[in-house]
């Protein structure tokens, strides 16, 4: 049986790569925040489950910006594989805060690098980088060899963890690989994030709990993908013969207006009566042209996305209108 660790278990990401190693017959182990007491919502369904939790599934509280708090957990689960999915991620969020984001996402990386390689038998290693690194590219559609220029401190704090994989990787012989991945949403995405944001007023709407959608730059264009495609990616870059950094994207464009339509349209709503733009959610800088070519992962990987930008809108407004027609029943 493979042992995983993962980091950020109780988000998007890693909730979904928790069922996914699961099923996989995988021992997985996962970090969480004191604060949040492990009580995320997306791992519900796994704590609930009485074959897995604590049987194949182990929880434990730790701190990225805490490197002995993390080593301890690590260093009891002796992991096959590391996965590296904690971050302040919210690219807004890192404009307020940046030397927290520069200290969670940048430096936190490294410090998991480094724990990884006093291991006495080093693991491989995944880090969740992203397509921010890129900023505004000159180049389009960007690729692995595409070069590092963030405009945000986000990505700016993921280029750091970037290279200092790629640095692990060739002065310290580490398995470790950068997943450079473009957006990736689903029901379980935060709820300040775009695609959810929209999503759960479309629904709030619809129900007449909610009566306007005030959003930033709607013309803003980004590369969405669906989050279970992207973590079944992250799986398949530890199994690859040897370590290699892979593009995960759908390589297709779509402006946060056709999110805006399209989230309208399926609960026959007229979008125009219910959106307006604020400076507020404005960005002081926001990438442009932020688009992927995935061939390489298709190459290597036999890698490609499956679930539709449509399909995931879709699914998304029927998971907020199920939660809120639950919340009416209960
Ligand atoms: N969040 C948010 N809220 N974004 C808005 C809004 C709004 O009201 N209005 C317009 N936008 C625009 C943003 O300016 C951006 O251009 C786009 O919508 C997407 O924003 P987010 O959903 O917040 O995602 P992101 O692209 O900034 O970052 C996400 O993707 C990266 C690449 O995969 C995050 O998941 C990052 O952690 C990730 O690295």
């Not at 919502?41 to 805490?66: Q, S």
């Not at 990386?109 to 980088?129: D, G, I, N, Q, V």
């Not at 507020?280 to 290597?300: E, H, I, S, T």
């Not at 399909?311 to 029943?329: F, H, Y």
Request: positive net charge; aromatic residues 8%; hydrophobic residues 40%.
């Amino acid at each position: 049986m493979k042992r995983a660790f993962i980091t950020g278990i109780e988000g998007q990401d890693g909730s979904y790569l928790a069922e996914l190693l699961l099923s996989k017959n995988y021992e997985v182990h996962g970090i969480y925040r004191q604060s949040t007491n492990g009580g995320s919502p997306n791992l519900k369904p796994l704590k609930a489950n009485a074959t897995v939790f604590e049987k194949t599934l182990f929880l434990h509280p730790a701190d990225l910006d805490d490197a002995k708090s993390i080593r301890v957990p690590l260093e009891k689960s002796a992991p096959d594989e590391i996965y590296h999915l904690a971050s302040q991620s919210h690219v807004g969020a890192s404009f307020e805060k940046v030397e927290e984001t520069c200290r969670i996402t940048g430096l936190g990386a490294l410090r998991l690098l480094e724990l990884t390689r006093k291991l006495p038998k080093a693991p491989r290693f995944f880090h969740a980088s992203s397509s921010e690194i890129f900023g505004s590219p000159e180049q389009s559609p960007q690729t692995e060899i595409t070069p590092v220029n963030p405009i945000t401190p986000y990505g700016s704090a993921k280029a750091l963890g970037t290279q200092m994989t790629r640095i692990y990787r060739k002065n310290f012989g580490l398995f470790a690989v950068n997943g450079i991945l473009f957006n990736h949403e689903s029901p379980r995405r935060g709820e300040n994030f775009v695609t959810r944001k929209i999503c759960r007023a479309v629904a709030a709407i619809k129900s007449g709990r909610q009566s306007e959608l005030v959003l930033g730059d709607t013309s803003a264009q980004r590369d969405w993908g669906h989050a279970r495609d992207y973590v079944r990616g992250m799986w398949l870059a530890l199994q690859h013969d040897t370590p290699e950094d892979f593009v995960f994207a759908t390589g297709k464009l779509h402006r946060v207006q056709d999110i805006v339509e399209l989230a309208f349209k399926t609960v026959d709503l007229d979008w125009q009566k219910f959106v307006r733009q604020e400076k507020q959610f404005f960005r002081p800088a926001d990438p442009r042209q932020v688009v992927g070519n995935a061939v390489k992962a298709k190459q290597l990987l036999s890698w490609e996305p499956e679930i539709s930008f449509e399909q995931t809108i879709a699914e998304m407004v029927q998971s907020e209108l199920n939660a809120l027609a639950g919340r009416v029943a209960n």
